[in-house]
């Protein structure tokens, strides 16, 4: 590559420079105002400094003194720079770039790391800063392999996880509460969390559904509990909720299934802040589905403002290949997961979370060698 710099009054002239030097393949690595030098040079006016390059072979097309002020201008035309005049320019204009709007943390194996995070749909500026604290660190040389490699990404997204609750091993809260958007998979994990508390913890277990809003939710939960052989109470209104409450209040632990709502309208929300009772006998988990866009996961989690949620748990891990989303929200709210759902099937298909888990989601299939 030719990397040259160009000097001129104005930007028009010094872009003529550049094309008339270096053709019109030329790229503008850089710009600046420079103060003119030498005597007089209170007199003139400032220079606007160019570097500019082009690869070779360059289509140049060298004007030879073809006029006045052609002539006049180039006695403001540096002498070609040295190398590594050249390589701190560029040095330079690398780190400006990069500190700017570009997220590109660079070039070689630390870009494709942060592409495969960006293809994970993790924010620009979080993958940026997982990428370079790996760099930083200057980690062993066997970051060549890809096990090396995921391993290393692994623990830096672990570590940004770590200082949030994960995993739920003792459901010693008596009342656990289930909220979430439609369809995510509240009764089944309930229904999950209900047959390994009762098959695998001997746990004393029993559910309330205030979920009156579809008759086939009420069913639903029936069969589940007819099953298990654990007893179900439908609140319809407060005053049944609170029997309810009353009724389980010794049990070991008490899934309390809540109706899914469209959660962008604060109203559900009031309802719902009105119906549970949340002190420290219970802890609320948040359910939402990995499918979920991240701006999306945002907004609902926003609108939980007024209601204690304790850990997510996030469902239909077994749908999506991507799971930036899901750190984006753990990072920006501070929060921890209880457990991950990998399926339909009551009650294998859920497992505990934990920091390594959820990062582990995001580097595996990290397609690069
Ligand atoms: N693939 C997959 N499907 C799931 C998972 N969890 C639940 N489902 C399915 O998602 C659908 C909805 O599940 P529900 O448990 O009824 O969801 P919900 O949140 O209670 O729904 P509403 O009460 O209507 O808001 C059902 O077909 C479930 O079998 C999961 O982890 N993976
Ligand atoms: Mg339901």
Redesign the pocket.
């Known amino acids: 590559m030719k990397v040259k710099k160009f000097q001129a009054v104005t930007m028009a002239d010094v872009m003529k420079k550049v094309k008339s030097e270096l053709g019109t393949e030329a790229v503008v690595l850089n710009t600046k105002t420079v103060k003119a030098r030498g005597l007089f040079r209170r007199f003139k006016k400032d220079l606007i400094e160019v570097i500019a390059a082009v690869d070779p072979p360059a289509p140049v097309q060298r004007k030879v003194k073809s006029s006045k002020s052609t002539k006049a201008l180039s006695s403001n035309e540096s002498a070609p720079l040295s190398n590594e005049a050249i390589m701190n320019e560029l040095r330079q204009l690398r780190s400006m770039m990069e500190s700017k709007n570009d997220h590109s943390p660079g070039t070689g194996k630390f870009s494709a790391w942060y592409e495969h995070l960006i293809a994970q749909e993790l924010d620009p500026d979080l993958a940026r800063s997982i990428v370079q604290s790996i760099d930083q660190k200057k980690w062993p040389d066997n970051t060549g392999q890809k096990e090396g490699m995921e391993r290393l990404l692994t623990a830096q997204i672990k570590k940004h996880l770590n200082p949030y609750p994960f995993g739920h091993k003792h459901l010693s809260n008596t009342f656990v509460h289930l909220v ?1 958007p ?8 309930a229904a999950k969390l209900a047959a390994d508390a009762v098959l695998n913890q001997k746990l004393n277990v029993a559910f309330i559904t205030t ?1 009156t809003y ?1 008759i086939a ?1 009420i069913d ?1 939960l029936k069969t589940y509990a007819k099953i298990l052989n654990v007893p179900l109470e439908v609140a319809y209104n407060l005053e049944d909720y609170e029997q309810a409450i009353e009724k389980y209040k010794d049990f070991d632990l008490v899934l309390v299934d809540t ?2 709502r469209n959660y962008l309208q604060t109203s559900y929300i009031e309802e719902l802040n009105q119906l549970l009772k949340f002190d420290d006998t219970s802890e609320t988990f948040l ?1 939402l589905s990995l499918t979920s866009k991240y701006p999306d996961m945002n907004s609902i989690y926003e609108k939980f403002q007024d209601i204690p949620i304790s850990k997510i748990i996030f ?5 999506t290949s991507t799971y930036g989303s899901a750190i984006n929200l753990l990072v920006r709210h501070k929060l921890g997961v209880a457990y991950l ?4 099937n009551v009650p294998d ?1 859920i497992e505990e979370a934990s920091p390594e888990i959820m990062a582990r989601k995001v580097t595996e299939g990290y397609p690069h060698a």
């Open positions: 979430g439609t369809g995510v998979g509240k009764t089944t994990t979920d579809r939710a639903q109706a899914g359910v469902t239909k891990e077994d749908e759902t990998n399926g339909q298909d």
